[in-house]
Structures are given as C-alpha cells and as structure tokens.
C-alpha cells in the first residue's frame, strides 16, 4: 500500500513532471512529421488508383490500425534490430527515442493516410474541372483548389490524431524511455504516494490535450471561414459557440458541388 | 473559328457521340438542343478537353488536337482558348467572388495581382456584382454564383466560350438575371456555345441552332429556320413536346 494520502504532493510532482513534456511532445512532434510524410505517401496510390501499390497501402493501414500500439512497439524495438542484422545493420546503438518516434510515426501514418483520403476527396470534382477549364495544370488545381479545401478538412481529424497520438506516448515508458508517464512512475515509486503522482500526470495529460484542441478548433474556424453565412454569428456565447460549431460542419457538408 | 470533325466518344460500350461535325464561326452564339442522353453536354465537354473523345478533330482558332493521339501540351493550349461555365457554377469555395475571377489570370495568364484584381473587379461590376466582391460563393445565391461564373469564364478573354445548361440548376426566380448577363455579353461579339432547355433564350439570342439526338446532329440552322420550319421529324416532335403549352390539356 501507498503512504496517506497528501494533497501537496500532487502539486509538487505537477511541477516536477513539468520538464518531462518536452520529451513527450518531442515524440508527437517527431511521430506526426513522420506520420504526414508516409501517410501522404501511402495515400497517394489510393488516391490515384494504381494497382498493386493501392493494395499495399490498404494492407499497410489495416496492419497498423489493427493492432494495439503497444505490440508494435516491441515489435519494432525488439523485432526490427534482430531483422535488421540479417542484413549486417547494427542498430544496437541507436536510441530507443528513435525507435518510439519511427513507431508512433508508421502507425499515425495509416490514419493520416486515411484522413488524407478522406479530405481529398471532399472537395468535389467540379472544382477540378472548372480548376482544368481556366487552363490550370493538374499541378496547379491540387495545389490551388483541392489541397486548401482539404486541408481545412483534415484539421479536426488531424487534431484528434495528435491528442490522441500525446496519450498513447504514455505507453514509451514500456520502453523505459523517461518521458512524462515513467517519471510520475518513479516519483510515486521513491516516495509511495503513488496516487498523488498519477493525479499530477493525469492533469497534465489533460491540459495538454484541452490545449490543443482549442488551437485546433480556432484553425479549423479559421480554414473554414468561406462556409460560415454570417458574420454576426461570431459574437455568442460559448455554450452557443458549441452548437453551432456543429451548423457550420452541417452547412459545410450539404452546401454546393455536384450534388454527391 | 471553331470547327469540330468526326467527333465521337464511348463510355464503355455505349456510343454517346457518332461522329459530330460541327463549325462555329467567330463571334457565332450556337445553341444546342435536344432531349436529355442525346450527347448535347459530352459533346460540350469534348470541346474542352474535360471529357475525352475516343477519335476526331478539334480545332479552334487555327490550333488543331487530333484526339487519337494528343499531346498533353496541346490539350492544355486548347483549354486555354476556351472557357466554361458549368451547370453547377463550380465556383471555388474557398475563394471570394474576386479572387474567384482572378484565380485563372494570375496564375495561368501571369498578370499580377493589381492588373488581375482591377479587371476581375470590372468583370464583376459587368454582371451586376460589384458590391460582392469579397463575398464568398456561400454567401452568394445560385445566380449570384452563376454570374461570377460567368466573369470567371470572360475573364479569360477565351476564343469561345462553352455554357453547360447554366441555368439547370438554377431556382424559377434567378433564371432571368443570369439570361440577363449571358444576353448582354452575346451582343459583344464573343463566340458562345450554348447546351440549353430554354427555347426561348435560344429561340432569342442564338444564330445558330443544332439539334442533337442519339449521338449525331440530327438538324442545324438559323433559330428561325428551326423553330418555325424544322424538316427532321425528330425535331419537330422534340419542338412540339416542349414548347407550347397550350399543347397539354389536363
């Protein structure tokens, strides 16, 4: 059992977990770099329909999708060294920080993949046309047209996937990598006020994560302001902001394109 | 000019154009009538290159595409000598009424941004929208959108502009102001061709009349000759059905 409960103990592991965001975040930040350049890529023959690639991508998706991010750590940090020095790499001397990085990257990267999907193929191909009918190359229609619109899109699932992608890095400790999830470990256990150091790491979960939505919802705002009727509508109250944030999703769905 | 030659396309199987000749002379409004299936809107999207033909010509201006074999530089010139104005507006939505407009002449004619931004404001003013300028297309009813449409389409300063049914899609009460706007800029001289199911706009602002059915040109003449006299049997049934009312008793 764990020492009497202690209220200021709670605020003293806050403050000493501080420091360790930076290497959780450091972890999102690297996993989502990674994630949006694999995921473009594995979203591209999806995209255009190319025949066997197509299928790797779905295979690749489903793979990542389908097992719990904590297998595919061992894997890739057990499994991937042991691969690789069949082939005469040594990867013994990397550090782990890569490996949790590479893993959290290759397993955003399928629902990235996904998303990217998704918000291209929102925008409707009327666009296109009329992009192709003022001369524009397929170049300068995805990069004029299709890719603002789709990216105001892909923000919301973006934002979930990095909240989302910032709880996960609680499992690297697995690893023993000392980010935010480890240290309140170690602290409840030197001190046994092991209760205390999971509310500080809870808060600080949380705050981090209530952050980042609001930043999200106010790019998205911003991404979609050419769908918001009025300009009035901006002035109401929070609780009123959050309804109509779901008209706007509405008006945005149903409004114009080719009827789809 | 515009002269069009053995143009056919299949989607699959099915034949939807046979073989069209079709020659449009400078500063002609063509319209093109017909039920619906006829090919009348593929054949619109031929022109331009957004539908593919399987075989024939198209030459615009002096500038020919054979469609056997094109290159992709030369579909891309041939886009750039016309415009289009579709049944759906396909405004981009995520740009104003403005920089809709200017969208094509800064970044496919390389004007700068003053140059494109005074001419895209005149166009506008010219339909009738001068005080919406940075209002986006869902702010803007269905013609509203259509006439920015339009100046997108004129800014281009094309060889021919193609309307594809522009006012389709459009509520009872809007029809005029968009007829409106394409009447006004027919009398300019510019060279239009037009897919419409308003015989009366084309009974009125039209030189040219073709009527399509099945994939071919079934008749072609001066709206009068057309509308007054067709010979084709098909077109005088496709004319009687649609034109008078006094034609259905309930």
């Not at chain 2, 009348?40 to 539908?51: D, V």
């Not at chain 2, 509203?144 to 049914?165: K, S, T, Y």
């Not at chain 2, 300019?188 to 308003?198: A, L, Q």
Request: net charge positive; proline share 4%; with cysteine.
């Amino acid at each position: 059992m764990g020492a009497q409960f202690d209220i200021t103990a709670v605020f003293e592991y806050f403050v000493k977990l501080l420091p360790f965001i930076k290497i959780s975040l450091l972890i999102v930040a690297g996993s989502i770099v990674v994630g949006l350049g694999v995921g473009f890529l594995v979203a591209l023959p999806r995209l255009y329909r190319i025949p066997v690639l197509q299928r790797i991508s779905q295979v690749y998706a489903s793979f990542f999708r389908g097992t719990p991010i904590l297998i595919q750590l061992f894997l890739f940090y057990y499994g991937l060294p042991e691969l690789l020095k069949t082939v005469h790499i040594d990867v013994s001397r990397v550090p782990v920080l890569y490996f949790v990085i590479l893993t959290y990257g290759l397993h955003s990267a399928a629902y990235i993949s996904e998303g990217i999907r998704a918000a291209v193929t929102t925008v409707d191909r009327g666009q296109i046309e009329a992009g192709y009918a003022v001369g524009m190359t397929g170049f300068q229609a995805f990069t004029r047209i299709v890719f603002p619109q789709a990216l105001a899109v892909a923000i919301p699932i973006l934002g979930n996937l990095i909240i989302a992608t910032l709880k996960d890095t609680s499992l690297a400790f697995t690893l023993g990598v000392m980010e935010l999830t480890a240290k309140s470990q170690s602290l409840g256990q030197l001190s046994r006020h092991f209760i205390e150091s999971y509310i500080a790491l809870a808060a600080i979960y949380f705050i981090l994560s209530f952050l980042l939505e609001k930043v999200f919802f106010a790019l998205e705002r911003r991404l979609l302001r050419h769908e918001s009727r009025s300009e009035t509508a901006e002035r109401v109250s929070l609780g009123k902001k959050w309804l109509k944030r779901r008209l706007e999703t509405k008006v945005a769905w149903t409004k114009g394109g080719t009827g789809i | 000019m515009i002269k069009l030659s053995r143009i056919s396309k299949s989607f699959g199987r099915n034949e939807v154009l046979k073989g069209i000749d079709l020659t449009v002379e400078k500063g002609e409004v063509v319209a093109i009538l017909g039920p619906s299936g006829s090919g009348k809107t593929t054949l619109l999207r031929c022109i331009n290159y957004l539908e593919k033909p399987s075989d024939g010509e198209i030459s615009i201006a002096e500038f020919t595409v054979n469609c056997r074999k094109p290159a992709k530089k030369d579909i891309h010139t041939l886009r750039q000598k016309t415009a289009m104005v579709f049944q759906q507006y396909n405004l981009f939505r995520h740009k104003t009424a403005l920089e809709n407009v200017m969208e094509g002449l800064v970044v496919v004619k390389k004007l700068t941004k003053e140059e494109a931004r005074k001419l895209s404001a005149e166009l506008l003013e010219k339909v009738g929208l001068g005080t919406k300028l940075d209002a986006y297309p869902s702010q803007l009813s269905g013609g509203q959108q259509q006439r920015v449409g339009i100046a997108r389409a004129l800014a281009l300063n094309p060889e021919v502009i193609l309307f594809d049914e522009p006012t389709s899609a459009l509520d009872p009460e809007l029809v005029g102001e968009v007829l409106a706007v394409i009447r006004k800029i027919a009398k300019e001289g510019i060279t239009m061709i037009i897919v419409t199911h308003e015989m009366g706009f084309a009974q009125d602002v039209a030189n040219h009349v073709v009527f399509m059915d099945g994939g071919v040109i079934v008749e072609e003449g001066s709206p009068k000759v057309i509308f007054q006299s067709p010979k084709e049997e098909r077109t005088k049934q496709f004319l009687a059905r649609i034109t008078p009312e006094s034609a259905y008793s309930i």
